[in-house]
């Protein structure tokens, strides 16, 4: 199929370039001329596991394009997929002013050859799916109107008797990728969801993906079939339905780790080891032992903006969401547990050399949107600490996007400890799994190791003489 993807970022890259590998026709558009030019060449904007092999085949193969023109690429797709951001604003509403500039460009890109299907794929508020058909079909009039007073030659004139509204559908197709495994998540997802109003966009995106559905494509090198994995579940329902599920997971998600946190310091205050106790209740079938990691919090570009839009959405609707608010609130407080522990190992912070392990919100990613890192780093320099960090990724973009950040970069782990006073691990990247605690003991000025993701063994970080703080144990 001809398939445009609007937004090269995180989730329209790894779309795009994911369909591509299935052999469709897909062209991504961007604003920002630099990353198209990039990914033209074959380079992506974005660390993740996987992408640069699949951009590069795509490009070779010829099925993956990009483009910064919008209305071209339109016409010549038959799905259309919305994939810009939705950044919060400071109230905590969704900024949907890219997904409505887009929506509106679409309208009048629209020619009347064949009728398409316009998806929405970033996450919008309950209610936006019927917002976007509202602005394409404006476009769309506008393309009309104008089309009335021009020549024949017009895109929108070379085929009468099609009325505006019929020639495109919107449809609802949440994306639940995670960063760091985005192309697996794709390729072998839990759910597809999509949500529409019509059997047309039901069965054209059922069809674009069925591939995936009936796992019938060749996985990439990169991305192996997980042993077992035979199909993939489709949620069809309707627009509002797919918009909350969206949310809904994000908040449940985000809920399950603020839970894990609140254990965790009720745990430290009576001596139990929260790792034991999650343990032993994440075996229930009914709660499942993932995303319980007690630790800093969560963070990224994702979980902190949805729930303030979900807790945004249900005020509009005169509801009080106090558990939403409870589960931003703790992890709010997560974030200062770092401080907390460095208070009472070190006592006096100001002067003190702190190296930060991790900058990325998670591992396998690049990206700092919402890292727990990035309020630590100012917290510890607003209270007079020296500031090191060292990300296996993420140095170089921390230090572009937050110039307002007096960090100091270390090149490696060895590099980061040098005169430190004490080490936070912040980012559970896999090599910090297995410091070489006897040479970073060495390079340190005292040696004190706050464990913020609880990834080490404290018998064994107490044995090599550190003071070992975790969270929750
Ligand atoms: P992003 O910021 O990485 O990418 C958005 C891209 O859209 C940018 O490259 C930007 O230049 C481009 N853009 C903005 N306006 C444009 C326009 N008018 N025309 C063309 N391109 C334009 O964002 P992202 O992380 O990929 O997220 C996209 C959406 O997907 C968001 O709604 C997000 O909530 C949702 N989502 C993200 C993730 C994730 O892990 N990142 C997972 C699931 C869902």
């Given at each position: 199929?001809?398939?445009?993807v ?37 380079r992506?904007?974005i660390?993740?596991?996987g992408?640069d092999?699949?951009?590069?085949t ?7 394009r ?9 016409r ?7 994939a ?45 799916g019927?917002w ?6 404006e ?9 009335k ?10 085929q009468?008797?099609?009325k ?12 639940f ?6 192309i697996?998540?794709t ?8 949500g ?6 039901t ?12 796992q019938t ?20 329902t ?6 909350m ?9 985000a ?7 609140e ?5 430290e205050?009576?001596?139990a080891?929260?790792?034991e106790?999650?343990?032993?209740f994440g075996?229930?079938?009914r ?27 249900a005020?509009?609707?005169?509801y009080?969401p ?6 931003v609130?703790?992890?709010?407080r ?20 702190i ?9 396998e ?7 727990p890192?990035?309020e ?28 307002d ?12 400890a ?17 410091l ?20 080490l063994?404290p018998?064994?970080?107490n ?5 070992y703080?975790g969270?929750?144990r």
């Amino acid at each position: 199929m001809n398939v445009c993807v609007i937004g090269a970022g995180y989730v329209g890259l790894v779309t795009g370039s994911c369909l591509a590998h299935l052999g469709n026709n897909v062209i991504c558009v961007d604003i920002d001329e630099q990353k198209i030019r990039a990914l033209s060449d074959g380079r992506s904007p974005i660390y993740e596991p996987g992408l640069d092999q699949l951009l590069q085949t795509g490009l070779q193969r010829g099925y993956l394009r990009f483009s910064t023109e919008l209305a071209s690429s339109i016409r010549e797709s038959e799905i259309i997929f919305i994939a810009v951001g939705t950044p919060p604003l400071s109230n905590g509403k969704a900024d949907l002013s890219y997904v409505k500039t887009v929506a509106q460009e679409i309208g009048r890109a629209l020619d009347l050859k064949h009728r398409r299907l316009v998806v929405n794929k970033s996450t919008v508020p309950i209610g936006s799916g019927n917002w976007v058909e509202m602005l394409v079909k404006e476009g769309l009039n506008e393309n009309l109107s104008l089309a009335k007073q021009e020549d024949a030659s017009h895109p929108i004139r070379r085929q009468d008797g099609t009325k505006g509204e019929e020639i495109f559908m919107v449809a609802s197709n949440p994306e639940f990728l995670r960063e760091g495994s985005a192309i697996v998540d794709t390729f072998y997802p839990d759910r597809i969801v999509i949500g529409a109003t019509n059997n047309f966009a039901t069965e054209r995106l059922r069809a674009l993906y069925e591939p995936i559905i009936e796992q019938t494509f060749t996985p990439p090198p990169s991305a192996p079939r997980p042993a077992g994995f035979t199909a993939v579940p489709v949620v069809t329902t309707d627009l509002a339905s797919a918009e909350m599920i969206k949310y809904a997971a994000n908040a449940f998600l985000a809920t399950k780790i603020s839970f894990a946190n609140e254990i965790a310091n009720i745990c430290e205050r009576v001596g139990a080891d929260i790792k034991e106790v999650v343990r032993g209740f994440g075996l229930d079938g009914r709660i499942g032992p993932r995303f319980l990691n007690a630790g800093v919090g969560w963070g990224g570009s994702c979980f902190g903006k949805d729930i303030s839009a979900l807790i945004d959405i249900a005020a509009e609707y005169g509801y009080d969401p106090s558990l939403l608010r409870s589960t931003v609130e703790v992890n709010k407080r997560q974030r200062h547990v770092p401080l907390y522990k460095l208070q009472e190992t070190l006592k006096i912070i100001k002067g003190k050399t702190i190296g930060l392990l991790g900058l990325a919100f998670k591992p396998e990613t690049d990206d700092l949107r919402d890292a727990p890192s990035l309020e630590i780093a100012r917290q510890l320099l607003e209270m007079g600490a020296r500031v090191k960090a060292y990300d296996p990724i993420a140095n170089e973009l921390c230090c572009r996007q937050h110039p307002d950040l007096k960090i100091e970069y270390a090149g490696n782990v060895q590099d980061l400890a040098l005169d430190c006073d004490a080490l936070v691990i912040v980012t559970e990247w896999e090599e910090f799994r297995y410091l070489d605690l006897n040479r970073i003991g060495e390079l340190m000025r005292s040696k004190v190791l706050i464990d913020g993701r609880n990834v080490l063994d404290p018998d064994a970080v107490n044995a090599a003489g550190f003071k070992y703080r975790g969270v929750g144990r």
